[in-house]
């Protein structure tokens, strides 16, 4: 059992930048690879990045590469999402997933394939 907690959204301006942490409870965390997702209002939750348990793999939307990065710490339980040169198109509500046994971009990047949610945390980027 994974329980998550986003933290760290909140409002900036265009080509701010803003940290996301996603806290996990339990010890099986290092074992899970885990995602970053988003929904903005009236569209469906999509993949932003995710990360493998050991940090080796990583994938990224494409609108996003060059300016997100993700990291994870297995010793803090924990995983961010380092978000720069903002924009408007990038508010929506973030959730932090966990998977195990995912393996290619098309598994970390199916919200299906994810076993654990947090509740998700607000980005909202004005213009």
């Known amino acids: 059992q994974v329980q998550l907690v986003e933290s760290g959204g909140g409002l900036v301006q265009a080509g701010g930048s803003l940290r996301l942490s996603c806290a996990a409870s339990g010890r099986t965390f290092s074992t899970h690879g885990m995602g970053w997702f988003r929904q903005a209002p009236g569209k469906e939750r999509e993949f932003v990045a995710a990360?493998?348990?050991?940090?080796?793999?990583?994938y990224y939307l494409d609108s996003v590469k060059g300016r997100f990065t993700i990291s994870r710490d297995n010793a803090k339980n924990t995983v961010w999402l380092q978000m720069g040169s903002l924009k408007p198109e990038d508010t929506a509500v973030y959730y932090c997933g966990a998977t195990i046994g995912c393996a290619g971009y098309g598994c970390f990047s199916s919200q299906h394939e994810y076993d654990y949610w947090g509740q998700g945390t607000q980005v909202t980027v004005s213009s």
């Open positions: 990360i493998s348990w050991s940090s080796v793999t990583i």
